[in-house]
């Protein structure tokens, strides 16, 4: 299954928790594993307290990891000045597993699915929910 | 399958090989993967060489990415002091997927799963192992 | 499945895409997740933009992060001066899942499997691939 998300770039942070749930309550799986995904190498996927003081504090750690205006070798190759969205990918990957148990996502009270568009534009992103069976 | 375990909190690094090895081979699953994850947002799950030089080493990396002392926004907003501890959370993320060949995780012979509580408190984790058979 | 590959160590990235993509072509699976993993505590695996600029750059944000040169504790204990290599590791982790959609790797155009090699000497390096149908 797969569904597209709007985001605005610059680390944009989005909570993607119930459209990955709705997914796997419409699979009728009670217990195995959820894998969601985006195929690109300017994103990310992991899991935070989706709050705006948390998203605040892990862009200003990612700035800190990798600055988004500093020299990057990639954007003097490529003429593209988002060689932090790479790197910043690289770190985090573009993908996440949660488990699945009586037939609802494993996640905590505080704890949501977050996708992170690291890129330096705006872009339509595309994100893949694949659920298996145990 | 579950297993609780009692943290000191404060990045408190454990090794859970045992206790995952043990779900893997009563499982009698010979080929396949297990997922080993924990619900929250302020714990993550990585391998490592687990001794005590490495713990060490590990813990002034993160202390150095996202520091302790370090005025977070999550902090101003909630009162709660554990602003790095959802910033590393989100950075190492909190499951890990390791293989499994002839019933055994394939792991090294120096590389331990190892839990890490960054929370700021003392606190009893729930871990989650789930075996997919391939 | 497995295959190896030879590293020079001292973070070398290497693309391992078509290696995997050939394996999931033979497994016939149509649909489902890939899981490739790496044993051993000083590798990881992760995707980038697999170029020489990005290269250059993801090292340098390791270096900033995990610096070869520093004063490891794990190196004070064991003579072994990779301390830099074991945090690397714990922190990209040596395991990267890829959904299959249509009997292909989900990969974005520029997306490749990187296999990263933080240890400091050559290596032969095992790689393990496990497909599961979903």
Redesign the interface.
């Known amino acids: 299954m797969q569904f597209k998300i709007s985001t605005k770039g610059f680390t944009d942070i989005i909570d993607i928790t119930e459209r990955v749930s709705e997914i796997v309550k419409n699979s009728k799986v009670k217990?195995?594993?959820c894998?969601i995904?985006s195929?690109?190498?300017t994103c990310g996927i992991?899991?935070?307290?989706y709050?705006?003081?948390?998203i605040?504090?892990?862009k200003r750690?990612l700035e800190?990891?990798?600055p988004m205006n500093k020299d990057?070798?990639?954007?003097?190759?490529?003429g593209d000045c988002n060689?932090y969205a790479?790197?910043r990918?690289?770190?985090?990957?573009?993908?996440?597993?949660?488990?699945i148990?009586g037939g609802r996502l494993?996640?905590?009270q505080?704890?949501q699915i977050?996708f992170l568009d690291f890129d330096n534009r705006s872009r339509e992103r595309e994100v893949?929910v694949?659920?298996?069976s145990?």
Chains 1, 2, 3 share one sequence.
């Open positions: 217990d195995g594993i894998l995904s195929p690109g190498s992991t899991t935070i307290e709050e705006s003081g948390m605040k504090d892990l750690t800190k990891i990798a990057y070798e990639h954007c003097k190759k490529w060689g790479h790197v990918s690289a770190l985090i990957k573009p993908f996440l597993a949660v488990l148990e494993v996640l905590g505080w704890q977050a893949s694949k659920i298996i145990s």
